[in-house]
Nanobody
Framework: QLQLVESGGVLVHAGDSLRLSCAAS????????MAWFRQAPLQEREFVAG???????TYADSVKGRFTISRDNAKNTVYLQMNSLKPEDTAVYYC??????????????????WGQGTQVTVSS
């Protein structure tokens, strides 16, 4: 089992920046591809960004150029730096992990482990 705990979600204003963290425990973190997903009310969970074991990353078009995913294997943590936030970025953000996918794996069903989510609200 791999346990994931997200943190960092808060209420911010449009144009602000925010960094989310996801701390992992239980198994060898470095062996997993990590990803961030988000889910807004009444919408399906959508892929935001992924980072492979080797550090390669992939972004959804909606966040490309504004968000940056990174990982620190020594701290068993993956981050999502979010800049130039927009009201449409408002959602619950989830951290996910999978041992055998690439950073571009965008389907939620590809991931085996999930955190509980952290709420990000961007006011206009």
């Amino acid at each position: 089992q791999l346990q994931l705990v997200e943190s960092g979600g808060v209420l911010v204003h449009a144009g602000d920046s925010l960094r989310l963290s996801c701390a992992a425990s239980g198994r060898t973190f470095s062996r997993y591809t990590m990803a961030w997903f988000r889910q807004a009310p009444l919408q399906e969970r959508e892929f935001v960004a992924g980072i492979s074991r080797g550090g390669g990353n992939t972004y959804a078009d909606s966040v490309k150029g504004r968000f940056t995913i990174s990982r620190d294997n020594a701290k068993n943590t993956v981050y999502l730096q979010m800049n130039s936030l927009k009201p449409e970025d408002t959602a619950v953000y989830y951290c996910a992990a999978a041992p055998a996918v690439t950073s571009s794996s965008w389907r939620p069903r590809d991931y085996d482990y999930w955190g509980q989510g952290t709420q990000v609200t961007v006011s206009s």
